[in-house]
């Protein structure tokens, strides 16, 4: 059953976005399938239906993008603070924006956690999980009732733009091949055939 997000929160996601030039996203550390997916399927969303310019996001991680992840278009793109760190702090002085992915609280994203912690900008968390560090963050867009940050992400998706033409970003959304017995993702090839899903939303419907 798809998710009924509040439209104020909608609208200030919408507004937090369109005020900013360079927004940088981020997710936990130990990065599985949802994060990863997550997070570049937020990538996509700001690129394809907001029209924020590819060279304007940072996409980070505390760890490096696991190599059965690499396949996923833009995954290329994600900067590893155990590998680079200058790079993640200099991400953290330039963006106007924080969006967090998949997580519910600073500390989940290991050494990242402080620079989160002191940015001043405004600071969006997109998450599935329990007890989201209200205090850490402007807006919280939290469903603890789903499955995966990915779904959320894809129920997003559909309130910014033209959805039903949106390819890549369900297929980074879909990364996740199972979370929970709730349902399953798709785990798309290459060739962006899903090869089974379950979900029923708009969205799949589309693919």
Do not use: W
């Amino acid at each position: 059953m798809p998710i009924q997000i509040d439209n104020e929160k909608i609208a200030r996601f919408k507004q937090l976005v369109g005020e900013s030039e360079k927004i940088l996203i981020l997710s936990h550390m130990n990065p599985d399938g949802d994060a990863v997916g997550s997070l570049l399927g937020m990538a996509h969303l700001l690129e394809k239906n907001i029209s924020i310019p590819e060279k304007n996001l940072f996409l980070l991680l505390p760890h490096p993008c696991p190599t059965s992840f690499h396949y996923l278009e833009g995954s290329e793109r994600i900067v590893a603070a155990s590998v680079d760190m200058e790079a993640c702090t200099n991400a953290f002085e330039e963006a106007d924006l924080i969006i967090g992915v998949d997580f519910n609280s600073p500390g989940r994203t290991g050494i990242l956690g402080q620079l989160l912690e002191e940015a001043k900008q405004p600071k969006i968390l997109i998450d599935h999980h329990h007890n989201p560090a209200i205090e850490s963050f402007n807006l919280i867009i939290s469903y603890p009732d789903i499955s995966s940050a990915c779904e959320l992400v894809s129920e997003i998706l559909q309130y910014t733009g033209n959805y039903s033409q949106d390819r890549q970003g369900s297929r980074h959304c879909h990364c996740r091949k199972r979370y929970s017995g709730a349902f399953r993702c798709c785990l798309v090839c290459m060739s962006e055939k899903p090869l089974e899903y379950d979900l029923g939303t708009d969205l799949y419907r589309h693919v």
